[in-house]
């Protein structure tokens, strides 16, 4: 099996960046691209797993609390705001070939095992 030259070397770290970055917006997508087998892609998989259940879990808790007079809306606008800095650290470290969890959420994703 001949080394892959540098420029394939490129090629394959920038589509694995890319793919890692897509996880963060539909998380299983990458599992079904010759991708999934890179550890990198993996973790950020992980990562993006992680966060859309925390979204869906802010969501229908989101969708109660903010029933509750005065306070409810504003604590509801708190915490997506926090979820997209969430998602934007995750989206950056991605981008800069990091792998690097996730604030709050990201150690519950090495319980996943994909």
Do not use: C, R
Not at 2 to 16: A, L, R, S, Y
């Amino acid at each position: 099996m001949e080394n892959p030259t540098g420029i394939e070397q490129t090629e394959q770290k920038d589509k694995n960046t890319g793919m890692a970055v897509f996880a963060y917006f539909i998380f299983f997508l990458p599992l079904l691209t010759e991708s999934k087998d890179d550890s990198f892609v993996k973790f950020h998989v992980k990562q993006g797993a992680v966060f859309f259940i925390t979204i869906l879990v802010a969501g229908v808790v989101g969708s109660i609390i903010s029933k509750i007079p005065f306070f409810g809306g504003y604590l509801f606008w708190v915490v997506n705001l926090g979820l997209i800095v969430v998602w934007i650290i995750g989206i950056l470290n991605a981008l800069n070939g990091k792998e690097e969890p996730l604030p709050i959420i990201g150690k519950y994703a090495e319980m996943l095992k994909f």
